[in-house]
């Protein structure tokens, strides 16, 4: 999603807890069912959705939803609109919040930020934050993909392929220079779910930590977020040696590692999606915005790399 489009809420302040849920706007499982992903003439894991081969049911039910182009021939073709659809997301959670409302309850809190509609509910006591995002919904696996299966992984053998080719999204975000109201992106989110499960306890430590400093510091002017983390660690699980990533009391030194292919990744402004490797996801960046984070980086890593050698230190005064 596009960080600039979305308000800042600091946890504490504005919510106690937060989630991120994907919501089908449409949902695409039957294999017989026509879809046009059109991912020669967009930038890579990008694509506009048409319904030019749905029925003609489905397209009066997503006409309000849809952009129309018009072809040289006088045809009219449908395109799923990101925007459209948020649009219409929004007004409807709106109205069905409105409708359960009980009296003497506070309405829950709700923003539309871009493509995303965040909540804000009471439970209880505490308050949580749904940042809901409408997306489309596949089963299988997208042929664009379909190289990166035939690699070696660190998962191999720990879960099944078909565990972790169950389907795939598009959520509404565009490229660098792509149009917002009819670009959507390729979303792994259920194979990374199903990834998770073969990452060790003490390097999701690492990575919740250097997410933290992410959304910290890097996030504005928008540069990285936790989008490109997860890949950076997912590329970093197949480089290393499992023995080395299974240590449990290691998050020390996942945290430095991760910072430095952060910043390897700054410097040469190169991160290879992890699903779709020839996808560059940085090649947009500025010299300018690459210096600024790099700095930030060789900052925070120097605490870290202190804070380490005193916690060592210190364990050996103790013994």
């Known amino acids: 999603m596009d960080l600039d489009e979305l308000n800042v809420y600091a946890r504490g302040t504005n919510y106690d807890m937060d989630s991120t849920l994907l919501v089908p706007a449409l949902k695409l499982h039957d294999r017989n069912q026509p879809v046009t992903l059109d991912m020669q003439h967009f930038a890579l894991c990008h694509s506009w959705l048409s319904l030019r081969l749905f029925d003609e049911g489905t ?3 997503c006409k309000d939803c849809c952009t129309i ?3 040289i021939n006088g045809a009219s073709n ?3 609109s990101p925007t459209s659809v948020a649009d219409w997301f929004y007004e409807s959670i709106s109205v069905v919040l409105v409708a359960i409302q009980k009296p003497q309850q506070e309405m829950p809190k709700v923003e539309k930020n871009g493509t995303v509609i965040s909540v804000i509910l009471g439970v209880g006591s505490s308050r949580m934050l749904c940042d809901i995002v409408p997306v489309v919904s596949f089963k299988g696996w997208p042929a664009v993909a379909q190289s990166w299966l035939m690699e070696n992984h660190f998962w191999d053998g720990k879960i099944t392929e078909e565990e972790v080719i169950r389907g795939f999204y598009l959520v509404p975000a565009c490229s660098f220079k792509g149009r917002k ?3 959507w992106r390729l979303s792994f989110a259920r194979s990374e779910v199903q990834l998770k499960k073969c990452i060790s306890g003490s390097l999701m430590q690492a990575y919740q930590a250097c997410k933290a400093i992410i959304i910290k510091l890097l996030s504005r002017p928008k540069a ?4 490109h983390l997860r890949s950076m660690m997912l590329w970093a699980c197949d480089r290393l040696p499992t023995h080395y990533l299974s240590q449990e009391d290691y998050s020390a030194h996942f945290l430095l590692g991760l910072i430095d292919d952060l910043q390897h990744c700054l410097v040469n402004k190169m991160c290879p999606n992890y699903f ?4 560059n996801m940085l090649e947009h960046l500025s010299d300018e915005s690459v210096v600024l984070h790099a700095r930030k980086l060789s900052s925070v890593r120097m605490f870290v790399s202190l804070f380490r050698y005193c916690s060592i230190v210190f364990y050996w005064v103790e013994q």
């Not at 990285?224 to 989008?227: E, V």
């Not at 779709?276 to 996808?279: A, G, S």
């Open 59 to 61: 397209i009066n039910k």
């Open 78 to 80: 449908y395109f799923f």
């Open 224 to 227: 990285i977020s936790p989008y």
């Open 181 to 183: 109201e009819n670009e």
């Open 69 to 71: 182009v018009d072809h």
């Open 276 to 279: 779709i490797p020839h996808c």
